[in-house]
């Protein structure tokens, strides 16, 4: 199992040094990185606020890691996308 996590990670890196080009040095790319951990943590407290503020009205959020990649990597058509699929649940 490890051995595909450690496969998994570095085709990760490999494909995100070649989208950032030759040219570019490493310290783009872990800024790079850091901006989309940033938007994954904060797509996080989103749901979770979300969960907390609709649970009331018996409404129920996923906060899951699927629902925070759609958010991080489409921004606010994920929101909509995630808050459409909530409420035909």
């Known amino acids: 199992m ?6 998994g990670l570095s085709c990760v890196l490999l494909f995100f040094g070649f989208l950032i080009g030759k040219k570019v040095g490493f310290g783009v790319i872990f800024e790079k990185l850091a901006l989309l951990w940033f938007k994954f943590a904060c797509s996080f407290a989103l749901l979770y606020i979300a969960h907390i503020v609709v649970d009331g009205y018996d409404i129920i959020v996923p906060v899951n890691i699927f629902s925070a990649l759609t958010i ?9 996308c995630i808050g459409v699929l909530t409420v035909f649940q």
């Open 72 to 80: 991080t990597i489409l921004g606010l058509p994920g929101v909509i």
């Open 2 to 7: 490890m051995t595909y996590v450690v496969i």
